[in-house]
């Protein structure tokens, strides 16, 4: 193999894992506090079309991240809104976030379909993807705002005998993990695509989810799954291109089975699962008990 | 002097009235909030409303085709009631749908040249089978290595849908269909039979009912209903009661999955007749809501299908009429689920003003 391929498949690679990247990121953040968020996909989406609409309109590409990122927030405010302060489940409410944003985003775009744009070159993402990884890793392991989350997650209620807002660190750890996904939405609408398509995220923000339990909600573990996953994917297009038949669905479906194998190893053995999976996930926080 | 905010008091009882309310207020709120979205969109909002939940099933067509969508929704739905009676988060009725329409519509590629009475029965049984044993791996998970269900259960779906992709475009395809990814059609005798001539409700809709009225049954009138109950309100209670906590997270994701294997072959056996791609517009998930609004019901479930079916239907006609994407069904469908969930504080809360002097 020559070198250029490599190095052509390596951008490739980059290129497309990077909103797996900012998705994940985000929903760990989120997770971490304690909070599973399940409308991942529709914030994506979200995001997505609402950079593209700007764009379109103003012709600012920071104008067009900016309101993505607006829109991410006021998502993701909404779901925390009804989780936090009006208790509600967690994991239905992030599925009507999902099954929102996926009509929402249809019906704002629909006029801008085929609407053609000037991509944006991608590189500023890509390393901005790692950058904030590290980031995200120093903030919990370093610093004492990273710790006081950490342990809301684990134990919300120690944590408010201790005297930090359980609900505050939750509300900006949701509108966080909100914001990321956004930024992945719009990363694929105008960079990566570059165009609006209903429903454009394909599953991504799926995959996302899978990837903070692929990767055992480390952050770093993130930035690892993420390219295996999209490895994968992108090795799978490319050995199709070069004439090989086998089922591709296998290749698609193989995140999907390493993270059903990840969480039954981390749950199988329970000092793995207290090392592990924060320890209130879904779990709401109600004060008067 | 009493406080300017209320604040949230837990109730001792969950309240009967507001159980029956909340759903209610939840549609009335989602309704308000859609005709100001179609009036942000520059739509006469009676006129889209009209469009939207009235247009669509003033026809007998209409009406029938309502209950061709609601058939899917509230089988699901009630299968998903066994699961969040007991607490357990089964949100992979989708895929446990599409391993049941791959089982029964597999016998149905298998014999697509039979015509015999015994093979509508077949598929309907290997659908609850296929549909069954999908919905039993996050039962395993759970009870074997204490894995927590939602994620496996969500990863299912995606396998299972490339699953059905896999063969529609590969083994599966059909030989004769110009290589379009989809199978043979099923013999005469592997289809639903209609319920009327000229309309697509299907036989689907008896089955339907017959399997809400069975688990009606099984809520109200046995110690199995009794023990879902019980461990979904109180997990130590039932435990100290003696019940079996594995057998009963079995019971429930197997009774789930065949229902929405059920589903799922009688929609491919039913309007679609094949195998594709794209046999069910999120079913699986939609049922959720279902469940949700009609609070795990039977009486409520068979009302909540009818209203979200609406959605989908009204959807159709919006597009068509109001040039608006179909997907704006979604909007509804979340918007009612984000009331609900939401109005639901008021079922387990009070909301007190506090005395300050």
Same mark, same amino acid.
């Given at each position: 193999m020559n070198f250029d391929l490599i190095l052509g498949i390596l951008q490739i690679v980059l290129i497309a894992t990077t909103p797996l990247v900012f998705a994940g990121i985000g929903e760990l953040v989120t997770e971490k506090s304690g909070v599973l968020n399940l409308g991942v996909e529709g914030m994506m989406l979200v995001g997505a079309v609402s950079a593209f609409i700007i764009l379109v309109i103003t012709g600012s590409y920071f104008l067009a991240f900016f309101v993505s990122i607006i829109s991410g927030i006021i998502m993701s405010g909404l779901f925390a809104f009804l989780v @936090?302060? @009006?208790?509600?489940?967690q994991i239905a409410t992030g599925l009507a976030l999902t099954i929102f944003g996926i009509g929402l985003s249809s019906m704002l775009g629909k006029q801008y379909i085929g609407t053609p744009i000037d991509g944006l070159s991608p590189w500023f993402f890509v390393i901005f993807s790692f950058l904030i990884v590290f980031l995200v890793s120093y903030f919990f392991y370093k610093t004492k705002a990273g710790l006081i989350l950490r342990a809301v997650g684990e134990s919300h209620n120690s944590a408010h005998a201790l005297g930090y807002s359980v609900i505050k660190i939750r509300f900006l750890s949701i509108l966080f993990g909100g914001s990321m996904c956004a930024l992945a939405g719009s990363y694929i609408s105008i960079c990566y695509a570059p165009m609006w398509q209903e429903g454009m995220t394909a599953g991504r923000g799926w995959i996302a989810l899978a990837l903070v339990v692929f990767a055992t909600w480390k952050p770093e573990r993130v930035l690892i799954g993420a390219y295996i996953f999209g490895g994968v994917t992108i090795l799978q297009m490319n050995l199709q291109a070069l004439g090989l038949r086998f089922p591709g669905q296998f290749f698609s479906m193989a995140p999907y089975i390493a993270t059903i194998i990840v969480l039954v190893l981390i749950s199988s053995n329970k000092l793995r699962i207290k090392l592990s999976a924060p320890a209130s996930l879904t779990i709401p926080f109600y004060k008067g008990r | 002097m009493n406080s300017l905010f209320p604040s949230i008091v837990s109730r001792s009882q969950s309240s009967g009235l507001m159980n029956f309310f909340v759903p209610i207020i939840s549609i009335v709120l989602t309704l308000i909030t859609g005709s100001i979205i179609f009036v942000l969109l520059g739509f006469d909002p009676v006129y889209a409303l009209y469009t939207f939940f009235i247009s669509p099933i003033s026809s007998t067509y209409g009406i029938s085709e309502l209950f061709v969508k609601a058939t899917p929704l509230a089988l699901i739905a009630i299968g998903l009631s066994y699961c969040f009676k007991n607490n357990?988060? &089964?949100? /992979?009725a989708e895929g446990q749908l599409t391993m049941g329409a791959i089982f029964g519509g597999g016998i149905g590629i298998l014999f697509h040249d039979t015509n015999a009475f015994w093979l509508l029965p077949l598929m309907i049984f290997g659908g609850a089978i296929g549909g069954a044993l999908w919905g039993l791996i996050p039962a395993i998970l759970k009870t074997k290595? &204490?894995?927590?269900e939602i994620l496996t259960s969500l990863m299912l779906v995606y396998i299972a849908l490339y699953i059905l992709d896999y063969l529609v475009v590969g083994p599966w395809k059909d030989p004769f269909g110009y290589s379009f990814p989809k199978s043979r059609p099923f013999s005469e005798s592997g289809r639903m039979p209609l319920?009327?001539? /000229?309309?697509?409700?299907?036989?689907g809709l008896i089955i339907t009912l017959f399997l809400i009225f069975v688990s009606w049954f099984i809520f109200s009138k046995t110690i199995f209903g009794f023990q879902l109950k019980v461990s979904g309100y109180s997990p130590k209670a039932a435990r100290y009661a003696g019940f079996n906590q594995t057998t009963l997270v079995f019971f429930a994701f197997a009774i789930c999955g065949a229902f929405a294997g059920i589903a799922g072959l009688a929609e491919v056996s039913g309007p679609i007749g094949l195998l594709y791609r794209d046999i069910s517009p999120n079913y699986g998930f939609t049922a959720i809501i279902v469940a949700f609004l009609g609070r795990l019901h039977p009486i409520g479930i068979i009302f909540a299908s009818l209203v979200i079916a609406l959605t989908y239907l009204g959807a159709e006609d919006a597009q068509l009429?109001?040039?608006?994407?179909?997907?704006v069904g979604f909007i509804f469908q979340g918007l009612v689920l984000f009331y609900l969930l939401g109005a639901e504080l008021l079922i387990n809360y009070k909301l007190t003003y506090k005395k300050l002097l």
């Open positions: @936090l302060f @009006l208790m509600s489940n | 357990i988060y &089964n949100i /992979g290595f &204490n894995t927590n319920l009327f001539d /000229g309309l697509r409700v299907h036989f009429f109001l040039q608006i994407p179909s997907a």
